[in-house]
């Protein structure tokens, strides 16, 4: 009987005398685990200019940067440019709508 069975089993009276290769085996077992959900969660992310973000949400750039010294919406430096993921966009906006078909012509112009 490995741990896991034992964990599984759901009684709590057990008294359990672990073994370095049942810890280790566990151990390994967690981290294989997690690897497999970062990899499973890790998704491209699509970053906006401060202008592109702005004309979103009807801001200007300075509401945008208020809102990052708040906390409200941060962005991400690059150098000394600062992006915005279009993931927090879309949360602030209550929303999940695809904005890159509305503003992939204008970012071409």
């Excluded at 009276?13 to 566990?26: A, M, P």
């Excluded at 801001?59 to 279009?86: A, D, E, I, Q």
Aim: contains cysteine.
């Amino acid at each position: 009987m490995n741990i896991q069975d034992i964990l599984s089993d759901g009684s709590n009276n057990i008294s359990i005398t672990v073994g370095i290769s049942d810890l280790k085996e566990f151990g390994l077992s967690l981290i294989e685990e997690g690897r497999a959900m970062g990899r499973a969660e890790r998704v491209q992310e699509t970053y906006l200019t401060p202008d592109e973000v702005a004309k979103m949400l009807g801001v200007s750039k300075s509401t945008l940067w208020r809102w990052n010294k708040n906390g409200y919406l941060k962005h991400t430096k690059c150098g000394r440019r600062p992006f915005y993921k279009k993931s927090d966009i879309d949360k602030i906006m209550g929303c999940h709508v695809d904005f890159n078909k509305k503003f992939k012509n204008e970012r071409k112009s």
